[in-house]
Each structure stands twice: as structure tokens, then as C-alpha cells.
């Protein structure tokens, strides 16, 4: 849902979810497991390298697409990671965030009339840049609790105006990695469709140590076609750095950059810099990162199923989902997540707000697991309570949509 205020060029889109969720998580003094980001701050070494850079500099505009030794560093990482060989100086840009590469690769790649498939629950930002820059975006609904791609329903959705299909993987808010299946379902489609695929892999290195991440990039013919998008926010859990990037075959980075110099040109070069120092010698600490992301997420998900959530699969990303139904509870996700933050102090994400379509499920709740154990300890303490709570609540409570 959108609104145009007088004198405002465009329809505007909502407050993000999570900017709502983390206000009320406020407002209320709730433990926020809604918005995404880690209790812990990424790796000393890396933010150490930061404040040396802070200090000493360089302290003026870097290069528009990024300093040379931060793509250097990235198509080192990619390489030995992904097994995918971008050139620095010609494929490789650097921006602020995963949220700027996206805005620029949509607004170069999408043009007027355009439609664009997006698989959801889709990340909030895709629908609304998709239509800024005056395109349609095509929601396919996926569902719980396997949330799987079928090539019908993406055979379904695409017609002689579909251009693009934005793809997230692993998956927030669901936690998924694609199965092999899907991704070569997708990269069949693009082929045979002639289709851009703009890949959000913010993800990457956030998974479980014994599923390591494929890139859609490496599947024959779409290094061609894929623009692939990363963060390293979630990689160093440094969520407020905002240094991102993308890697594409050379013209169309050339039109993405083209759109970022006009964006914002550039991202603080002490941060660059820090984060190519962690890209090229924090591989331990990625691993040790995983491991505690597991034991994280098998504390949160046993404590939830103690206390009679139904907690579905998770393997990547920071998050997990609970089906209220299937936790014996009637209640719409956004009426539960008031009910939670207001009444019982944990902030959750409905992830029914990752959806447009009217028929979107809105019985799953995302919870943020990337928290240390007492942080954990302390929201089960409160939704154990709280799911009998809610229980009692959606006897006299009908399947509603509230609005935070
Ligand atoms: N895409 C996805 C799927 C995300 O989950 C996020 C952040 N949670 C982003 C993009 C934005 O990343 P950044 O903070 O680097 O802009
Ligand atoms: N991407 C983060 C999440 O999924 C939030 C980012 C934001 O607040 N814009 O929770």
C-alpha cells in the first residue's frame, strides 16, 4: 500500500517493517529478535583496521566504483568462494550497502512497462524500486512450510514484458537455501526467456557449515546474465557499515555504476578498506561465525518447540519462522506481533509484510536468532508465557489484519 502526499512526485511506500517493528521494540522496551541484526559486532581485527583506517585516512572521495583494494579483495573472495572470476577494474563496483546496489541494478536493468518477477516472501525493497523505476513488479507466491520454487508457477508468471527476476538466496525472511532444482529452474527460465537475474546474495556466508552456498552466477550461461549483489554487513556483522557491491559482466556494470556515481557516488573509503583487510584473512573467523550461528538458532528453535511453537527448518540467514496455526494459534502474524512486542516484550517480523499479494500466507512469524545465548535465554523466558497468552487470546480473536 502506497500514499502520495500533496506536492510529492511519486506514490510514497510504507515505513519499513522493520523501522516499525524496532520503534515499538522501543516504545516498549521489548528484546527486538524483529529487525535484523547480531547482538555481537564482527571481527575485532576488521574494526580495528576501520578505526586505523578512520584516523589516518584516506579521508577524501575514493574511486567511484569502489578502492582497488577492496574489489581486489572481493574478486579474491569470489573466486576462492564461488569459483567465479570477476575483473576489479571492469566488473566489481562497490556501494553503500546491498540497499544501493540493489536500487542502482534496478533502476539501470528495469525500464518503463517492464515486469520484473520476484519470488516471495521477496526482501521489502525489490517492489518498491521496481516501480520507481516505472516498472511491474510480478509476485509469485511461495508458501509454507517448503517455500519451494515450482518451474509452473514461474512458467506461470512470465509473459512477453518480463525483463528481470530478482532473486534472493538464501532466503530472508525464510532461512532457505535453493535447492539445486530451483536455482536451475530459474537459470533455465532466464535462458530460455532472455531475462536479467539480479541475485541478492547478501546471505552467502551466513549458513550452515555442511551447505555451503552455490551462486545462480555459476550455472552454465548466467555469469552472462546475473548480476550478483552482496553485503558486508551480514558477512563481518556490521550491519550500520552500509558497504555493499555488485559484481556483472562489464557493460552492464558500467551501467549500474553509472547510475550509483548519481546515487551516492561513493561509501567512506575507511570502511572499504577494513572490510578488504577481513575479506582476505578472517576465513577462520567466517567459520567460527557459522558455528555460533547454528548453536544460536538450535537454542532459540528448541526453546520455541518446548514451549509449543511449531518452528520451521532454517539453515541460512539469520532467522527463523514459527507458524502460529500450526502453534495452535488463531491470530493473524500482524496481530501477533503487536501482541508480542506490546504485551509479552519481544519484537518479531510478520512475514506477511513481505508480500503484496491478498492471498499472502499470514500465519508466520520471523524471529532474529543472531543473539548471545542470554539475549536468547531472555526472549524464551517471555515467549513461553506468551504463546499460552495468545493462545487463550485467538480462542476470542478472529483472523484479522492490524497495523502496528
Ligand atoms: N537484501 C536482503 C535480502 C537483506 O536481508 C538485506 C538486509 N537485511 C539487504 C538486502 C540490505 O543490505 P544492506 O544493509 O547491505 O543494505
Ligand atoms: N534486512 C534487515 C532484516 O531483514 C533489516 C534492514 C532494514 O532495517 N532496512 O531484518
New binding site residues.
Partial sequence: MSRRPAGVAAALPETTI?EQMSALALRHGAINLGQ?FPDSAGPERVRAAAARFVIEGPHHYPRMRGVEPLREALARFCAASRGLSYDPATEIVVT???????AASILALVAPGDEVLLLAPA?D?YAPLVRRAGGRPVEIVLRPPRWEIRPELLAAAVTPATRAIIL?DP??PTGRMLEPAERMAIADLARARDLCVIA?E??EEVHDPARPHHSIAALPGMRARTVR?G????IFQV?GW???WLMADAARAAAIAALHQYLTFTTPPALQLAVAEGLDCERDWLEGMRRDLVAGRQRLADGLARAGWSVLPSEA?WFLCVDLAASGLALDDRAAAIALVRDHGVAAIPVSAFYEAPDAPRTILRFCHAKSPETIDAALARLGPARAALAQKSVQMPLTSQSP
Avoid at 96 to 102: I, K, P, R, V, Y
Fill in positions: 522493520f535484523g553503500s550497502g546491498a540497499t544501493e546496489a540493489l526482501y525493497a534472493n532466503v530472508n541478492d547478501v546471505w549483489i553485503s558486508a554487513g551480514k550491519t552500509k558497504v555493499g540467514t
